[in-house]
């Protein structure tokens, strides 16, 4: 199985701040990346896939990018809404597989 | 609108059965593929399965591969999730969710999980 690895576990940031999250592949995935959203209580919420490409009706804010190993998920000016848990998501292969999961915290 | 209704809370005890659903609505659900989605309490995201309902081609990940089966009923768009004999690490919330779809010219590839379910909360005590 490709194992994913994010950083950091936890981030703790104010509104208006930009965030970045970066997520590792075991082995090369091209551009078979997704993130999801969570918040406490609900399902998640999908951001981002192919690695860059905004789901219809996520805000503009959220931007991914990276290929291969290595991938970030930027949220650029941190609006309270956006205080939650992401997860990266490789779909190059069966079975599919998610990072561990980052915070993302009031400061 | 794309909707994907669960089936609501279980209590069970160790050893018992349990089918789990998600009806699926607003969609083309035959040719959709469908999966489940494992999250214990307080922990991450674990990818179980997907299953295509038109000729129930399905793909389990290694780790759930004979603890739990995916099915579907296409005269009612609902997908299900089944366990022959619960185990307490089986306590956990259980999501439905459809795959993405990204298409490149001719080829079209499965990106993601588009839709979710609200979720099924499985706990399984003595």
């Known amino acids: 199985d490709i194992q994913m690895t994010q950083s950091p576990s936890s981030v703790s940031a104010s509104v208006g701040d930009r965030v970045t999250i970066t997520c590792r592949a075991s082995?090369?995935?091209?551009?078979?990346l997704a993130w999801y959203q969570q918040k406490p209580g609900k399902a998640p919420k999908l951001l981002i896939y192919?690695?860059?490409t905004l789901q219809s009706g996520v805000p503009s804010r959220f931007s991914g990018s990276g290929s291969g190993t290595d991938f970030t998920l930027t949220i650029s000016s941190l609006q309270p809404e956006d205080f939650a848990t992401y997860y990266c998501q490789q779909a190059n292969s069966f079975p599919w597989t998610f990072g561990q999961g980052t915070k993302v915290e009031i400061k | 609108e794309v909707q994907l209704v669960q089936s609501g809370a279980e209590v069970k005890k160790p050893g018992e059965s349990l089918k789990i659903s998600c009806e699926g609505s607003g969609h083309s659900f035959v040719t959709s593929w469908i999966g489940w989605v494992r999250q214990k309490p307080g922990k991450g995201l674990e990818w179980m399965g997907i299953i295509y309902p038109s000729d129930s081609d399905i793909r389990y990940s290694p780790s759930f591969q004979g603890q739990a089966t995916l099915s579907v009923d296409k005269s009612t768009s609902t997908a299900y999730l089944q366990w022959s004999s619960l185990k307490a690490s089986d306590t956990a919330i259980y999501y439905c969710?459809?795959?993405?779809?990204?298409?490149?010219?001719?080829?079209?590839?499965?990106?993601?999980?588009?839709?979710w379910g609200q979720g099924t909360l499985v706990t399984v005590s003595s």
């Open positions: 082995q090369g995935i091209s551009s078979w």
């Open positions: 192919t690695a860059s």
């Open positions: 969710a459809t795959l993405a779809r990204h298409c490149n010219g001719k080829n079209c590839y499965l990106a993601g999980f588009d839709y």
